[in-house]
């Protein structure tokens, strides 16, 4: 795989344009939100469209988030099995890549296996697309407004 700027440049345009992913964000959120007693606000398509703008625009992020969706597209194992550790490692880690630093990291990768208990690719596809789906909207519902606890100012603030 070689990574160049051209190459970031047409991952973010492919991942921008995946009208896919706003729609599988609402629907890990539809699911996540009663599980913690809360309604979780769905986002748009222009509100996933400019913050894939925000994280391609830190070039150090992009470059590695390219990357990884670069290879997630591309992974497949025979059998799907001995290739499911690995897509599972790489998604966790392009989901908690495109969320930022801790703590939405961590709560991005926790994402990610829940969106990919219920994402599933189309037959032929390689078996790592439907963990770059779950990734990516894991990664950028977790960036995203609308959860109640991220709209407000800690409790544990010390002044």
């Not at 290739?83 to 490692?89: K, N, Q, S, T």
């Not at 779950?134 to 109640?148: H, I, K, N, V, Y």
Request: charged letters at 25%; a negative charge; aromatic letters at 8%.
């Amino acid at each position: 795989m070689d990574v160049t700027p051209a190459t970031v440049r047409a991952e973010h345009a492919r991942i921008r344009e995946r009208e896919s992913v706003p729609a599988l964000i609402n629907e890990v959120r539809d699911r996540l939100g009663p599980l913690f007693d809360t309604e979780v606000e769905h986002v748009t398509a222009d509100q996933y469209q400019t913050e894939v703008d925000a994280v391609f625009a830190d070039g150090d992020r992009g470059v590695n988030v390219a990357a990884l969706c670069g290879i997630l597209r591309e992974l497949d194992c025979e059998g799907d099995y001995p290739g499911f550790v690995i897509d599972e490692h790489l998604g966790r880690l392009l989901a908690s890549t495109v969320a930022g630093g801790e703590p939405y990291a961590l709560l991005a990768e926790a994402t990610f296996h829940f969106a990919d208990a219920h994402v599933h690719g189309l037959d032929g596809e390689a078996a790592g697309v439907d963990d770059l789906d779950a990734a990516l909207a894991a990664g950028f519902q977790t960036r995203l407004p609308g959860w109640s606890w991220t709209e407000s100012e800690s409790p544990f603030r010390v002044e």
